[in-house]
T-cell receptor
């Protein structure tokens, strides 16, 4: 079964500094990887995805993620953090086809990002 | 605004009771997913419906059931509620069966069981 791990429950970074939120994955076959963000009292929002192609994927709000097959990692990055980036970030992997035309996402436990002014 | 609407936003009830959570997907989306978010379990997939048909089940308890109606809205029914059922329940929709992985989430229904 597919799984993702987010090794850090919380990441603190100063405003203006680069940020990294880590994710490692375990899949059989080609990975389909995603990042979602959850702001307080809101639902999850899609940020970016990797399916195939360039190892550096660009997404919304200036975020990008680096896919590394040898390290089975898909870390989320941003060159310069904003206070408004403070939120809960989830890494996810798309499960293998389960038949009946359905795919599901398996989410990591989330990493709370706090950007300090 | 994702376009996915969930009601009610908050619900407080007692153990043993039954509640119904409602979800309206984005216009045109045929897939509805239900997820449960709790502090200890994280985000858990419960069930997936596509155009009225159940397509996949995840970690959904037998006390829980769902359906998707002809107008594509969905309801999640939770019965014989226990304290441990207190959680945030999310509905998400997509245009397909989830192949692209991009889901649009509602703002959730927070259930508190006392």
């Amino acid at each position: 079964a597919q799984s993702v791990a987010q090794p850090e429950d919380q990441v603190n970074v100063a405003e203006g500094n680069p940020l990294t939120v880590k994710c490692t994955y375990s899949v059989s076959g080609n990975p389909y990887l995603f990042w979602y963000v959850q702001y307080p009292n809101r639902g999850l929002q899609f940020l970016l995805k990797y399916i195939t192609g360039d190892n550096l994927v660009k997404g919304s709000y200036g975020f990008e993620a680096e896919f590394n097959k040898s390290q089975t990692s898909f870390h989320l990055k941003k060159p310069s953090a904003l206070v408004s980036d403070s939120a809960l970030y989830f890494c996810a992997v798309r499960d293998s086809y389960s038949g009946a035309g359905s795919y599901q996402l398996t989410f990591g436990k989330g990493t709370k990002l706090s950007v300090i002014p | 605004d994702s376009g996915v609407t969930q009601t009610p936003k908050h619900l407080i009830t007692a153990t043993g009771q039954r509640v119904t959570l409602r979800c309206s997907p984005r216009s045109g989306d045929l897939s509805v997913y239900w997820y449960q978010q709790s502090l200890d379990q994280g985000l858990q997939f419960l069930i997936h419906y596509y155009n009225g048909e159940e397509r996949a089940k995840g970690n959904i308890l037998e006390r829980f059931s769902a359906q998707q109606f002809p107008d594509l809205h969905s309801e999640l029914n939770l019965s014989s509620l226990e304290l441990g059922d207190s959680a945030l329940y999310f509905c998400a929709s997509s245009a397909t069966g989830g192949r692209t992985g991009e889901l649009f989430f509602g703002e959730g229904s927070r259930l508190t069981v006392l």
